[in-house]
């Protein structure tokens, strides 16, 4: 476990350079791998970028698309903004709920799922909108709702 | 007794006309046929909404709606549908497949969109077959720094990211501070909700944002460029690395492009979930990978940016338009617009209008031509009341300046600005209390609460709105709310707190009697906020069908088949599903 | 990218491209894919239009994508071009419509009137 965290860490600060000023992309790309940042991950960062772990951690705790929360394996963003809730987003957000039987700012017990809310992410045209890690659905209907989280379930082996 | 299903077929005299008590006819005697009768109740109802389209039935539980049937079809339909549990895929009614959609205006002048939707944003000789990189390689072969900004100065170009600041001026102040390594930054951090421009252009033509930075390196002296694009937008990212290395590739980045003594190269920073990154000096924290908080201006980037170097940054949109000035010259872009607004702007145009989506047009252009010729008018042929422009900063501005120009100037002296490119129009069912709660919202959410102001103030104005929304408004609430956008306004650090105030300001100027209603009436005369509205059932016009007990998501309606329904309004939670599915508008708000 | 004159050369090959007969093809299909056509099923258009192309070995044809058409709530769009004849745009084109499209216009030569839209020029 902690020898897998070591080699993400090390593995991503390689790929965006050792350097302080990549510090914000290289959170946010190891807290999409692991779902979120552990206290041993960012003192890790801190130490290859040799900044202040306190540095690390105000960066961490800014930005939206980091968490020092744990978070599952999937992250489903719902766009929360009026023009998606004029398109019927409120349904899509009960929909969600219900599917995944948790709340919007809660993950599954299974930790497959995390349901969080974002602001517009400018595809208003075809909302209502959400994104499952870096995927784009818009033009949502409950049914179709369904249909993706099946898909994911599906690919993730069957585990409903 | 209890149905396992309803069947409601439309009584309609159109579906009448084309047959539909045939269809009647088939469906009983199928029902009889199969010994549902006792299971499935059949119910003669005024209309279903498709009678253009008749005979037309709906089942429910499920809410299946057939239309264009036959007798032949209605006897398939109860034996897959109702025995078998098949729902008879082709005879369901689908959408119209193309809406009549207004035609395209010609009073759009595509320059920063040319391409866009047009060309392989993957190929980068897609591009280049459009005159692409032609200007970078005029101005590397031709011409010096200072014959580059001159000719910016000769289009007029400005900002396209918020506050319009003249862009030959910009690159003045970075090309003469004093500093041996000099940075060019895009802005593509697009957060304004409903404006979608910026990414657009990244994903569509993204090398022309890609030439339009390496010329402003050239005139300032740069050698390293940033794009920071914010996270929500991988697929902008995506095209814009592929397009960064192709660009590469062909030589036109990197070391002496085209044989000349400049070298410039660029990467991607993804920002990470702030709107307030937007707002430069945050950024610029942003991608020394610090929290991106705003600092004071002065000093501005252009003296010390990017780790205290000179920094050029602009929005994606000024960058697009800089190809196109070189190639076909200052004057030629200064041609367009008005005396102190040149060119073209790119609009989202969103809410009410029936051609909504991405617009370009010339500046100058007045709000009457923007909504009903380029937009096509307000949806459904309803009133303009309002468009609200430049984002949750911006204002909302009223009927009564339909003719304004949309420039700089004018948007700032009607209390509203350009901001980044959001039109949103709204008709007369939009409640401008709630708008303008609704962005105050917004820019309380995305306070990065470094200065208090801001911080404190915003919420403070948030909670008065809220209570005057719920009809829980007090006199005096204008008045505070005043006061605070005042002290908000003079006494934040950066644009977010001193614009956030102007949606309020902006509603309050021009819809006053709006707020009144609210807190002294305790209505809401748009009938949206609702704290202040009630749902009712129309017994004369109801007909039984069960549509809206069924569908209410807090089970608040009471009534049998048949019979008048009614709403409870202490369960009721005013989200109209009610409304929506009454096949025969029973159900109205009071 | 040494010169001017270079890239003058690189643009005329491109535009012979572009005009279909520099790739010895007869007709080209373009897909908006575009976050806004991502989003409403342009991905699944895109798998479908080269499925019913591969299905039915048409083999003159050039399929492309492009970004965003303006019109995102007409999302997916794809826009056919055969010979020289103006290029046709249609909107809300899921999988489903495809194989219509393609025997109807691509192979047929009747552009489907009740699916098209116009678009800025
Ligand atoms: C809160 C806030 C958010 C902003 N967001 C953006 C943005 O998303 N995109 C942008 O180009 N400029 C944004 N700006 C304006 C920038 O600070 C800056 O003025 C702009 O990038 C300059 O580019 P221009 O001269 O090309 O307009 C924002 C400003 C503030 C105060
Ligand atoms: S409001 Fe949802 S994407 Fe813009």
């Known amino acids: ?102 709340q919007f700012g809660q993950t599954t017990s299974d930790g ?24 784009v659905f818009g033009n949502l209907t409950p049914e179709k709702v369904n249909e993706i989280l099946a898909r994911y379930r599906e690919q993730d082996g069957g585990a409903a | 007794m209890v149905y396992r299903a309803h069947i409601l077929i439309s009584g309609d005299a159109a579906c009448i006309a084309k047959g539909a008590r045939d269809v009647e006819a088939a469906l009983w005697e199928a029902v009889q046929e199969l010994n549902l009768k006792d299971e499935v109740q059949i119910l003669e109802v005024s ?31 109860i034996e897959e549908h109702l025995l078998k549990g098949r729902p008879v895929e082709r005879l369901t009614y689908r959408e119209p497949p193309s809406l009549p959609l207004p035609p395209p205006s010609e009073k759009e002048v595509r320059v920063v969109l040319e391409n866009v939707g047009k060309i392989d944003p993957e190929n980068i000789e897609d591009y280049i077959a459009m005159d692409g990189y032609m200007a970078l390689g005029k101005v590397l072969g031709e011409m010096t720094p ?28 970075a090309r003469n501070a004093p500093g041996d390594m000099k940075y060019v930054i895009c802005n593509g951090d697009e957060g304004d909700p409903g404006a979608f421009m910026n990414r657009s252009v990244l994903e569509g033509d993204p090398h022309s944002v890609i030439e339009g930075m390496a010329i402003a390196a050239y005139a300032i ?66 991608i020394e990978g610090a929290r991106g908080m705003p600092r004071t201006r002065p000093p501005y980037p252009a003296t010390a940016g990017l780790w205290g170097n000179p920094t050029n940054i602009n929005n994606v949109e000024t960058y697009a338009n800089v190809p196109k000035i070189i190639h076909k010259g200052g004057s030629w872009f200064a041609s367009m617009g008005t005396d102190k607004s040149k060119g073209t702007k790119t609009f989202a145009i969103a809410g009410k209008v029936e051609r909504t989506g991405l617009i370009e047009v010339p ?21 303009f009341k309002a468009v609200q422009t430049g984002g949750p900063m911006g204002g909302c501005i009223p009927e009564q300046y339909l003719d304004l120009p949309v420039d700089y100037e004018h948007l700032k002296e009607v209390g509203s600005m350009m901001g980044s490119g959001g039109f949103v129009v709204m008709d007369e069912d939009t409640c401008m209390v709630d708008i303008a709660r609704f962005f105050m919202e917004f820019t309380q959410d995305e306070s990065c609460g470094k200065c208090v102001p801001c911080r404190v103030g915003t919420r403070r104005m948030l909670e008065i709105l809220n209570r005057i929304c719920a009809g829980e408004g007090r006199p005096g609430d204008i008045e505070t709310l005043e006061e605070l956008a005042v002290y908000i306004r003079d006494g934040s650090l950066c644009g977010l707190g001193q614009g956030a105030p102007n949606p309020v300001l902006s509603t309050l100027q021009y819809f006053r009697d709006e707020y009144e209603a609210h807190i002294y009436d305790k209505t809401c005369p748009a009938k949206v906020c609702k704290g202040l509205i009630e749902y009712k059932i129309n017994p004369e016009a109801c007909i039984g069908c069960t549509r809206c007990a069924r569908n209410c998501p807090v089970n608040a309606i009471e009534g049998k088949p048949k019979q008048t329904h009614v709403i409870d ?6 989200c109209g599903v009610c409304k929506q599915v009454c096949p025969v508008d029973a159900v109205y708000v009071e | 990218m040494k010169s001017l004159e270079e890239l003058r050369k690189i643009k005329e090959r491109a535009l012979e491209r572009r005009k279909l007969a520099g790739e010895g093809a007869k007709s080209r299909i373009t897909v908006a894919m575009g976050t806004c056509g991502i989003a409403a099923g342009a991905r699944d258009t895109m798998k479908a239009v080269l499925n019913e192309i591969e299905k039915r070995q048409i083999a003159d044809v050039v399929v492309t994508q492009t970004g965003c058409m303006g019109l995102c709530e007409y999302e997916p769009m794809v826009t056919i071009k055969i010979g020289e004849a103006d290029e046709v745009t249609y909107g809300k084109i899921d999988a489903a419509r495809i194989p219509t499209l393609i025997e109807k216009h691509l192979l047929g030569g009747e552009p489907v009137a009740e699916w098209q839209v116009q678009t800025a020029k």
């Open chain 1, 1 to 102: 476990m902690e020898e897998r965290m070591m080699h993400q860490v090390d593995e991503t600060v390689a790929r965006y350079g050792s350097t302080d000023e990549a510090l914000v992309e290289i959170l946010r790309d190891l807290s999409q791998q692991a779902g979120y940042l552990d206290r041993p991950t960012l003192a890790a960062v801190a130490k290859k970028l040799a900044v202040p772990e306190s540095r690390v951690f105000s960066v961490a705790s800014f930005y939206s698309m980091i968490s020092v929360e744990p978070l599952g394996k999937h992250v489903i963003r719902m766009c929360q903004d009026a023009p998606c809730h004029v398109a019927g987003g409120r349904k899509i957000w009960e929909t969600l709920e219900q599917a995944l039987g948790i």
């Open chain 1, 112 to 135: 497959q799922w995390t349901l969080m809310p974002t602001s517009c992410i400018g595809l208003c045209a075809v909302g209502p909108v959400m994104m499952i890690d870096d995927e």
């Open chain 2, 47 to 77: 209309s279903l909404g498709h009678s253009d389209q008749g005979p037309e039935i709906v089942i429910y539980p499920d809410g299946t709606d057939y239309v264009n049937l036959t007798p032949e079809d209605a006897k398939f339909i």
């Open chain 2, 146 to 173: 200072e014959e580059v900004i001159e000719e910016l100065k000769i289009s007029g170009l400005r900002g396209r990211g918020g506050a319009g600041f003249p862009t030959w001026l910009k690159w003045t102040l």
């Open chain 2, 221 to 286: 002296g740069a050698s390293q460029g940033y794009f920071y694009v914010r996270a929500e937008y991988p697929i902008a990212i995506q095209t814009l690395r592929a397009a960064i290395k192709q660009a590469r590739d062909y030589g036109l980045l990197g070391e002496h492009i085209f044989g000349a003594d400049f070298s410039f190269d660029l990467e991607v920073r993804m920002g990470a979930g702030a709107f307030v990154c937007g707002e430069e000096t945050a950024l610029m924290q942003s």
């Open chain 2, 363 to 383: 500046l100058g252009m007045t709000i009457r031509e923007i909504v009903y010729d380029v937009g096509g008018g307000v949806l459904g042929g309803k009133k």
């Open chain 2, 569 to 574: 309004a202490d369960i009721c939670i005013r």
